[in-house]
């Protein structure tokens, strides 16, 4: 990290601080009335209005680097793809970068899959298993919903999650450049927010293997960051990772690995774009 982001970095701890120590000592300001009260929450508000217009967005940044951790080699790939490993630190870094919306993402996420009762669902970097298990509320006891990412840590947190809600998902750590499953197995394979991590060849051979393992007549729905960077103007779009990744790039590779009725567009939620295809019938 470059010097002026770690001052930056600095600063904006030094801010928080301030504020939270302004507001703790809040209540002793009230013995001088309504006004001096005003004046406490005005400063407080101020404060962390600046910490996040000089540094929130390099603060998250650094975040997210945190917990990306470095990068694992996948012998299939032939290069290295970033692995997450921090489960417990991901799931709080995407309330926040989603600004708590994340259930709204998640839904409309499934709309745009329409899955249906009974159907059989593959979610790729399932990360730790949020939109797998809501895929099962979907597809209802009849369907079967498995989730696959490279970080054990994740898997194991997915689970926990699965037995807490009571809901039977099969969640497995597997590389997305080499799933671990038959040919045509699944009606639905779902991919949200994971192409980024792989490097070009890797995100072929993981679209590759999508395709395998959908179904004549089944479809993959991808949900990414699109647009030029500049276009971004959520602050997770504009995050290195996410600001220097455009889906619609990846349009002619999901054509070349055999899908066809290719639709793309704004998926209705800040900077995401999603891609559906279709697998053709037999």
């Known amino acids: 990290m470059s010097r002026h982001r770690l001052l930056i970095l600095l600063l904006v701890l030094i801010v928080w601080a301030t504020a939270i120590a302004v507001y703790m000592s809040g209540a002793k300001w009230l013995w001088f009335g309504a006004?001096?009260?005003?004046?406490?929450?005005?400063?407080?508000?101020?404060?962390?209005?600046?910490?996040?217009?000089?540094?929130?967005?390099?603060?998250?940044?650094?975040?997210?680097?945190?917990?990306?951790?470095?990068?694992?080699?996948?012998?299939?790939?032939?290069?290295?793809?970033?692995?997450?490993?921090?489960?417990?630190g991901y799931d709080l870094l995407v309330w926040a970068l989603m600004l708590g919306r994340e259930r709204t993402?998640?839904?409309?996420?499934?709309?745009?899959?329409?899955?249906?009762?009974?159907q059989s669902v593959?979610?790729?970097?399932?990360?730790?298993?949020?939109?797998?298990?809501?895929?099962?509320?979907?597809?209802?006891?009849?369907?079967k919903v498995t989730g696959v990412d490279a970080s054990p840590e994740m898997i194991g947190r997915a689970n926990k999650k699965a037995r807490k809600k009571g809901v039977e998902v099969n969640f497995q750590t597997?590389?997305?450049q080499s799933l671990p499953f038959q040919d045509a197995a699944f009606d639905v394979v779902l991919s949200t927010v994971m192409l980024h991590h792989l490097p070009d060849d890797a995100r072929a051979m993981c679209i590759s293997e999508m395709r395998r393992v959908v179904r004549p007549g089944g479809h993959l729905l991808v949900i990414e960051f699109g647009g030029a960077a500049a276009q971004?103007?959520?602050?997770?779009?504009?995050?290195?990772?996410?600001?220097?990744f455009d889906l619609t790039h990846v349009i002619p590779v999901v054509h070349q690995a055999g899908f066809t009725q290719v639709e793309s567009g704004p998926m209705g939620f800040r900077d995401m774009q999603f891609i559906r295809a279709a697998a053709p019938q037999a």
């Open 232 to 244: 971004h103007k959520s602050l997770a779009g504009r995050l290195h990772a996410h600001a220097h």
């Open 122 to 143: 593959l979610d790729v970097g399932c990360g730790t298993g949020t939109l797998a298990i809501a895929a099962k509320y979907r597809v209802g006891t009849l369907g």
């Open 35 to 88: 006004g001096a009260a005003a004046t406490v929450v005005g400063i407080h508000v101020a404060l962390v209005a600046l910490a996040f217009a000089l540094g929130g967005a390099s603060l998250l940044g650094f975040v997210a680097h945190w917990l990306h951790g470095g990068p694992m080699k996948i012998d299939t790939a032939g290069e290295s793809s970033k692995v997450i490993h921090r489960a417990r």
């Open 174 to 176: 597997a590389a997305a």
């Open 105 to 118: 993402f998640r839904e409309k996420t499934l709309d745009l899959a329409r899955l249906a009762e009974g």
